[in-house]
């Protein structure tokens, strides 16, 4: 019979077992950086805290957070806890707002990415006779490189053909049978408009059954949508360059996000004040990685709102469930006064029949205040049907049902807003 899990030891792990494990690790991994790195060093001898004060999990507390502001600060190296030639991979994030966050790896560490990204993909139903399409962007930029070492791990064929050239893209599913999509959630939708474009039924003319997602926030309705145009099952990756790159998470067939908690240990703060949330509360995610080598981030605030759970899911794992991501702390908006994530507004954009995946928030200055309105495409029939009014109508409505908050919506007619083949750009300034 096939396994069910990939590592079942540790997937399925008590939870009392899990901490045991996570306290010998953190214990190991604090010494460790403050013994083999001089900012960290200096950090927890200033917080006044030395390797023999982590007696229990609840001492993580008294070690200070980590920040992007620090990754800057000792760029590119000054974070690496080993011999420089130790390192043997190197990728940064995109830097568009600063100097980019380096993650450095050693060879052990690359064996732990391959390791949980097998975990994950393998969670996601991903097996040795499928075909991955690998379009995530080949370069600096963790996804693509992470993808193919934990598919290559499970014995799964990776075309590696990195984004763009979506004619291509298209031709090469059809041709080499491609069975799981590996790229962002909004190039996905891309890929089926050009197919349609091109005469092809995604539903009928494509071998594809998995979509293996990330890079993106999008929420659960925006999953439905890709579904039902590619028929085929939708699962959520969820990772960061300063902790390994994707492979932080593993979705199983309940879509839910199981932390990979033996080597990250997850926490969920108060954004504000920095105590710690319980269980179940909404906050900001925190990460210490338990078991990296070059570069181990202790207390990196990732700036993402979820939530965490210690609950049994039906899928037999026992690793600890974080919600999906709502969104970047910095993605926030306040508007008339309401907290608002994109992501919400998505969500109710989704639940409404006629409109495409394609939209953009659309943030105005008006004096002090900042207006925000919806610029969305209808599909191909809707917009000959006419009456948009109606349709702008009845989004308004959804919205309002959700946030509570009356926010404008354009119908904008069919392949007018820009795609994009990485990232989608869902908030513009105007
Ligand atoms: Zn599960």
Known sequence: MERKFWD??????????????????????????????????????????????IKTLGDIEKIPFLTKQDLREYYPFGLVCTQLDEIVEVHASSGTTGKPVVGPYTRNDLEVWAEVMARSLWANGLRKNDIMQNSY??????????????????GAMVITISSGNTKRQIDMMKDFGTTALACTPSYS??????????????????????????????????????????????????GLTEIIGPGVVSECSEKKLHINADHFLPEIIDPKTGEQLEPGEEGELVFTTLTKEAFPAIRF???????????????????????????????????????????????ALMKVEGVSGYYQLVKEKKGPMVALSVE????????KEGNLNELE????EEIYSILNLHIPVKILPPRTLPRSTGKAKRVIER
Not at 393 to 396: A, D, S, T
Request: charged letters at 35%.
């Open 376 to 383: 969305i495409e209808s599909t191909e029939e809707r917009y």
């Open 301 to 347: 605030r990732t700036r993402d709102i979820a939530a965490y759970y210690e609950e049994p899911c039906d899928c037999g794992r026992t690793l600890p469930i974080q919600s999906r991501i709502k969104g970047r702390s910095d993605d926030m908006m306040k508007v008339k006064g309401v907290i608002v994530f994109p992501s919400q507004i998505e969500a």
């Open 137 to 154: 962007g080949y370069g600096l930029f963790t996804g693509a490189h992470g993808f193919e070492k934990g598919a290559q791990k499970i």
């Open 393 to 396: 109508k009845k989004i308004e």
């Open 8 to 53: 079942e030891k540790i997937e399925t792990m008590p939870v009392e077992e899990l901490k045991k494990l996570q306290l010998k690790r953190l214990k190991h991994i604090v010494r460790y950086v403050y013994e083999n790195n001089r900012f960290y060093h200096e950090k927890l001898k200033n917080a006044n805290v030395k390797p023999d004060d």
């Open 189 to 238: 939708l891309y890929i089926a408009e050009v197919a349609k474009e091109n005469g092809l039924d995604p539903l009928e003319d494509f071998n594809l059954r998995l979509g293996l997602f990330g890079a993106e926030a999008w929420s659960d309705e925006m999953r439905e949508t890709i579904e039902k145009t590619w028929g085929i099952v939708a699962h959520e990756h969820y």
